[in-house]
Nanobody
Framework: QVHLVESGGGLVQPGDSLRLSCAASGSTIWYAMAWFRQAPGKEREFVAQINVPGDATNYADSVKGRFTISRNGGENTVYLHLTRLTADDTAIYSC?????????WGQGTQVTVSS
């Protein structure tokens, strides 16, 4: 089992930056961690993914060049650095760990971009 706890969300203005964190714990072997987001009235969408060594990343086109995913291996924590935020980035951001036993999700953290 994998337990995920996100933090770092908040209310920011357009153009601002935020750093989200996802701390993972548990005994199940996992190979990658991803961030997803769900805006009000919309389907959940993939944002970014990083592998366990931290040397391979993947981003949704909508965030490429603005968001950066990174991993602190020593602490089993994955970060998502959000820059140049717009109102379209407003959503609940959740981290996800896919494993052979199924997908694990955190509770999510709210990011609201508003002037």
């Amino acid at each position: 089992q994998v337990h995920l706890v996100e933090s770092g969300g908040g209310l920011v203005q357009p153009g601002d930056s935020l750093r989200l964190s996802c701390a993972a714990s548990g005994s199940t072997i996992w190979y990658a961690m991803a961030w997803f987001r769900q805006a009000p009235g919309k389907e959940r969408e993939f944002v970014a993914q990083i592998n366990v060594p931290g040397d391979a990343t993947n981003y949704a086109d909508s965030v490429k060049g603005r968001f950066t995913i990174s991993r602190n291996g020593g602490e089993n924590t994955v970060y998502l650095h959000l820059t140049r935020l717009t109102a379209d980035d407003t959503a609940i951001y959740s981290c996800n760990v896919p494993t052979s036993l199924g997908d694990y999700w955190g509770q999510g953290t709210q990011v609201t971009v508003s002037s």
